[in-house]
């Protein structure tokens, strides 16, 4: 017997030969050896570099079979090809399951001939590219024509204005791909980034019952998705990510040009200019989305030259880099520094600044834009050259990460059997030449990134103008007396604690046995950070809770430097911690957050809600919904980033406390609407939507309420969340995928997911405690309700404490269908006629209570007063307002538009139930005392102050506590 794979590097020849029986157990067949191009020798080369070509060899013998002869291996694959092969395939579709299976089978067969072809080096990386574009376009045009016309005999044609002709006639979807498809550049193992759009208005004729046209494309694309997606026996065809499109993830599925057009006009975000630089229609109506696309063209590129693109362009770089520093990425080629993406950014940075003037720039492949670039001496020709290298490099490396396994990865591999492959694969006689390659061209596109898009700041140098002092006190190189004068000389409180604090991180286990360049690096920080203490009041207790962060960063220098090249950075830090220890701790928990230190305008400026939710949706963008572990990751890091901002701006005086508390609830909603978004995705990607009446749009009808806190916007630095979860679906139908379930059981999952999303302790800690005790029946209820069963327990079963809880409740999340009807529902039970007396009493009864389980005992009450829970205290106001609600609803049902307290005190001496001094008067004290909470929240203090804190507030609260609610 011959052994062709003696000429394989030898971890490469063992495993080859260890394998070849089993994936040819009768032998090589004639049928691949009569393929001029295919020798046993080029066989053997084929299964060490890819275990996807080995295993398709053994498992699917009769495709690869069936390829060979539809055209041999060592001819291109070209459009035209694609498109016969498929032609092929669809001859035999006869229904939805069976054009799924043969999408799957055409998937496998070309990407053994796309990954055969690149990974061998037949083909180049132009036409690897090519190909896999292709290759997507013929899947997503074979689909969309066949589900097409199964839509029509189904709901009938949809018809509207033509943008082509102007006359009324049948519309047809619009597929517009972005990023990699939209550039013809996918990668061999890619997903693909989507965006449905329809001509305009209209609705279906030809059936029974006409649909308006928006739902028949969702409906429609639903579908698209579902035969390109969806996991079934025969495997998948591309992932699909439909976050571009506008409102993201909570955006409708699909939308009228018109529509589109207003979106990009209006709200269109500097990031999603960006994004539409690659965008091209790849099926459906070409014609018409030509017309499409010339109408976003201005969103996309300005008729002069955007220098104001920089400053967002920036922006994005710090993203990038947070996003590095956060998920460890720099084994990643495609987001490590040096990696793809830098090169793609560069290219796309002067698309976006000169693309509206030089219109040669409006393309969207990169090669040929590098080419522009040197044509119209943007770049010069040794920049573009190195670019060019780099990009063609780290492509064909990626498809070689990617072809080895069938895999979406950009990681280098840590096995020394893969790293083998790799180095065969790209040409390489070790891993190590392979590895040298890569870092010189990493460097050359790190440097070329950063001379582009630098920003003022990255040039900053750390140890100007530092004196010596600093140096020998921390290097302990003088005597303890004159490092106590010297601390006394420059304004530390306590010189002896912190010298010995000092000392106490000097002898610390991981500083003595830190390696150089850490210890380097250390050895030039505390110096400056000794220095930079002396800008506050107190820098002796300052050092004390700063040298937390240091101990948590000791593994992790790269901080330190940061802080060394960013004094304002430092700055921040100082005063920061200076002025709050609960911040301090922040850092120290999550020293990531210190990149939002660096640019201290948005440091001290927080987010509105749309913008929250806008840099949200950025995030998470680059994370697969069915990454969830990375999901929950950066969503706790997000919450954290802005609390951050938050809790600086109330210290800093930028936001009063009613704005705090807006702030961090439309937090807490932001998030909360993402949650939704992953675990009804990964639902629906398991089991299908939920089963809806005929007509109905296929989506959500599910809604997160808020009581409390939340539902009171109202919520603090350390607050849980109070949620209720309804569906208003029909518990009896069923879902719509290959693994079906009822909807009960499906909605009764969503809210476990959610849970668990918001609960569970990651390295990153818990995104928010959740506490569904108000659900109906508490924790002995069922976890989700229907509104309907949900009404009737309020309407029959629920106590009247839980009618108080309710007029702090809102829709915070979910469908808005739903959250209307559950706000109806409120209304309604908030306006039922009540007998004050009795209602009087057992809301007195249960304050009572309370005050006795959770109030300062009385004979401690001359020493202690706290806050929420005393006699005169936050609570007494809440259970006033609570009992005046439902006791005047019914008359006054405007007082149910509002769920915070505020504006329910307002409310009610509007409509004469309070008088209105007293309602002003209550507003003010409330908010006084919230103040106070905030504000000791962030000292790590509760809300228990001396007894004689707040006389005045509590001796009003109680006066009118008296005329309300005495019995």
Known sequence: MSEPWNCLPLPLADDVAASWASVFPEGLPNWLLDDASVSEEVIAQAVARSLFLRQTLERHPDQVRALVQSRTLGEPTTPDYLQARWAEYLADVTDEPSLHAALRRFRREMQFRIIWRDLLRWADLEETMAATSAFAEVCIQGALDWLHEAACEQYGTPWGKDPVSGEEAP????????????????????????????????????????????????????RLIQALDQITA??????????????????????????LETYYQDQGRDWERYAMVKSRVVAGDMKAGQILMESLRPFVYRRYIDFSAFESLRSMKAMIGREVRRQGLENNIKLGSGGIREIEFVVQAFQLIRGGRDRELQQRELLII??????????????????????????????????????????????????????????????????????????????????????????????????????????????????????????YEDPAASLSLLSSLRDNRTVQTM????????????????????????????????????????????????????????????????????????????????????????????????????????????????????????????????????????????????KVSDYLTWIAEVVLDHVVDVAFANLVARHGYPGQAEGVNKGSDFAVIGYGKLGGIELGYTSDLDLVFIHTADPALATDGDKPIDNAVFYTRLGQRIVHILNAQTPSGQLYEVDMR??????????????????????????????QALARARGVAGSAEAISAFETVRHNILCQSRDKDKLRHEVVEMREKMRANLGTPESRQEETFHIKHDSGGIVDMEFMVQYLMLAWCELHPELTQWSDNIRQMEELGRAG????????????????????????????????????????????IQSVWQKVMAV
């Open 171 to 222: 519309q047809s979807l619009v597929v517009i791909g972005m990023g990699k498809l939209g550039g013809r550049e996918l990668n061999v193992s890619s997903d693909i980034d989507l965006i449905f759009a329809f001509p305009g208005k209209g609705e279906t004729r030809g059936s029974r019952r006409s649909l308006d046209n928006q739902q028949f494309f969702i409906r429609l694309g639903q």
């Open 234 to 259: 025969d495997g998948f065809v591309f992932r699909v990510d439909m976050r571009l499109r506008p409102y993201g993830q909570s955006g409708a599925l699909a939308l009228s040009f018109a529509a």
């Open 370 to 491: 590098l080419k522009e670039l040197e044509a119209l001496e943007l770049l010069p020709p040794q920049v573009i050259n190195e670019l060019r290298e780099a990009y063609v490099f780290l492509r064909n490396l990626e498809h070689a990460l990617q072809g080895m396994e069938d895999k979406q990865t950009q990681l280098l591999p840590e096995n020394d059997l893969a790293r083998a492959r790799v180095a065969l694969i790209m040409g390489f006689d070790d891993w190590h030449s392979c590895q040298q390659e890569l870092a010189r061209h990493r460097e050359n596109v790190a440097t070329h990134f950063a001379n582009i898009i630098a920003s003022e700041e990255d040039d900053s140098s750390a140890q100007s103008s530092l004196d010596e002092g600093w140096c020998e006190l921390w290097l302990a190189e003088v005597d303890e007396v004159s490092d106590t004068q010297w601390l006394e000389k420059h304004g």
């Open 515 to 658: 390696q150089t360049q850490g210890r380097k690096r250390l050895n030039q920080f505390m110096p400056v950070l000794l220095e930079a203490l002396t800008e506050v009041d107190k820098p002796s207790e300052t050092l004390s809770r700063v040298l937390q962060l240091v101990e948590a960063i000791l593994r992790r220098t790269a901080y330190m430097v940061l802080l060394l090249e960013n004094p304002g950075a430092r700055a921040q830090l100082v005063s920061l911690c200076s002025e709050s220890p609960w911040i301090a701790r922040q850092l120290a928990e999550t020293p990531l957050l210190l990149d939002e230190l660096l640019n201290a305008e948005s440091l001290y400026s927080p987010p509105a809600r749309d913008e929250l939710q806008d840099e949200l949706r950025q995030q998470m963008l680059r994370i697969s919904y069915d990454d969830l572990e990375n999901q929950m990751e950066s969503l706790r890091h997000f919450k954290k980033a802005h609390t951050l901002r938050v809790a600086a701006s109330e210290l800093k005086g930028t936001l009063p406390l009613m």
């Open 774 to 803: 108000l659900r109906p029946s508490g924790n002995s209820g069922l976890l989700v309700s229907t509104l309907q069963a949900f009404e009737k327990y309020q309407r029959n079963d629920a106590w009247t404490w839980e009618h």
């Open 913 to 956: 139930v309070l008088p209105v001094s007293d309602a002003e008067k209550l507003r003010e004290a409330y908010i006084a005392l919230r103040s106070s909470i905030h504000r000791r929240a962030l000292q790590n203090l509760n809300s228990q102050v001396a007894g004689d804190a707040f006389v005045d507030e509590r001796v009003y």
